[in-house]
């Protein structure tokens, strides 16, 4: 009797483990397959430089500041660059999922920019496949130097230079993203007619993640232009900096041959050489603040 | 020999009586921490949940994902840093009701109950045990909770940066509103 009994317990006990099964399986069937979408390619709206595809997301502000030191190669004297600054910084707004706008004003050539950025395309898995990320920019820029011959008709549309870019993304794993970023940069005034007004350049960015806040960012533009005679030797501009990530702030801290810190800058004016030592010590800070929620 | 009959019979019952069962796929679970610097709060409305009454056997599955948060930002560091939702997507529980004998579901009213089971979160795995109410209504059973938890039991580690923001106990609110299954 006693083993009989145990039999039933036994019986009542497997009905009832098999049941929750059940009852999973249930849940399972009911499920319907979503659309799982990426996060988080990138950390911030920016790669190093360049921006990301990653958007603000609607209502929610992102403060900027960002400065680059002088050159490493000028030494001792100036303190290995960290004596001169130039800086940038930006309040830039999420308005929607699909659209974010930002106004900014650098140091360099007391420049003021603009831009807003939409996103056309969201890496997802699940119900709906799609294996990249794509965003646009588009931007404007106006320095406000005095002019360097008041005595000739200046134009105000001298000082405006344009900006289209469009980034290709996609995390191919938690912890490694890759960028790609065709460039167009028209410049209404360049200095000598040797120097082109459109720049094309395709920019390559990747995001590693080293632990779980901190990664570690590269990123280049090659520039399709012959830089062979201009009046100016430029460079390819390359950036490797870390984004170290806390609570709301995103750090990055970097080394660039650029000192220009927005799109018509760092690709088409960048006079630094990696190889010979003109590397600019720099960081970002953002800080993101929920405005509507 | 009669007797093992009639356990055999009873035990073919029970087994039988398995299709009583009541469901949602919008059920809500919610959870909070409070500190003195940040207040935290994220809400999850597409909670699938089944009851077998006949049994007492629940269970429940939550897509992390899913956990909707005031900030945006918040939402991002949950994900990524904490549940990482990408490689545990989803949570489960399966438990049963202990004292089901003292709910009547023939009977509207409110019923207190202690669900035994298995909370799975974060690729780990706890047994714990929550007090919560059963209400049986009118054409369903309401079923509701707050327990808490505590996020380092399912190896969810907070760095010593954001410490003094989140809370080391996080109280889970469960609200499922279960509608009965038609047997097939």
């Keep these: ?293 | 020999m009669k007797r093992i009959v009639i356990l055999f019979t009873i035990s073919f019952l029970f087994l039988a009586a398995n299709g009583q069962k009541f469901m949602t796929k919008n059920g809500y679970i919610g959870f909070s921490s409070h500190t003195a610097i940040d207040d935290i709060k994220a809400d999850n409305n597409q909670v699938a949940a089944v009851l077998d009454i006949s049994t007492g056997d629940m269970v429940f599955q939550v897509l992390i994902k899913s956990f909707h948060f005031e900030k945006a930002l918040m939402e991002e560091h949950f994900n990524e840093n904490y549940m990482e939702s990408d490689k545990f997507p989803k949570s489960t529980f399966r438990g049963k009701i202990i004292n089901l004998s003292s709910v009547d579901f023939n009977k509207p009213g409110k019923y207190d109950v202690t669900v035994d089971g298995d909370l799975n979160m974060h690729d780990v795995t706890n047994k714990i045990s929550v007090k919560g109410t059963i209400e049986v209504v009118q054409g369903g059973v309401n079923a509701s909770s707050k327990f808490n938890i505590v996020p380092e039991d399912y190896k969810i580690n907070i760095p010593g940066v954001v410490r003094d923001n989140i809370a080391k106990t996080l109280e889970v609110t469960v609200t499922i509103k279960y509608a009965p299954v038609e047997s097939k």
Excluded: C
């Design chain 1, 1 to 293: 009797m006693k083993r009989l009994s145990i039999l039933f317990l036994f019986l009542v006990f497997a009905a009832s483990l098999s049941a929750q099964d059940d009852l999973m399986n249930m849940l399972k069937d009911s499920t319907k397959a979503e659309i799982n979408y990426t996060t988080a390619t990138f950390k911030s709206t920016r790669v190093i430089n360049g921006h990301s595809v990653q958007m603000m997301a609607p209502g929610q502000l992102d403060v900027r500041i960002s400065h680059r030191f002088g050159r490493v190669n000028l030494g001792a004297y100036e303190f290995f660059g960290l004596d001169q600054s130039n800086m940038h910084f930006s309040l830039e707004y999420g308005i929607t999922k699909w659209l974010m706008v930002g106004i900014g004003r650098g140091s360099y050539e007391k420049t003021f920019d603009g831009f807003a950025k939409y996103s056309i395309l969201s890496q997802s898995s699940g119900a709906r496949n799609m294996p990249v990320s794509v965003s646009a920019l588009t931007s404007i820029a106006a320095t406000s130097l005095k002019w360097a011959d008041p005595t000739r008709t200046n134009y105000f549309s001298s000082r405006l230079s344009y900006v289209g870019q469009v980034m290709i993304a996609r995390k191919f794993s938690p912890s490694f993203s890759l960028q790609l970023t065709p460039t167009i940069v028209h410049r209404n005034l360049v200095p000598t007619e040797l120097d082109p007004n459109d720049i094309y350049a395709v920019g390559a960015g990747g995001r590693m993640k080293l632990t779980r806040r901190i990664s570690l960012n590269a990123e280049y533009f090659y520039m399709i232009n012959s830089k062979k005679y201009m009046s100016e030797t430029i460079y390819d501009p390359f950036s490797v900096g870390f984004d170290i990530e806390t609570g709301g702030h995103v750090f990055t801290l970097l080394f660039t041959n650029s000192l220009q810190m927005i799109e018509k800058g760092f690709v088409g004016e960048t006079t630094g050489n990696w190889l010979k030592g003109d590397i600019h010590f720099g960081f970002n800070i953002s800080r993101v603040f929920t405005l509507k929620q």
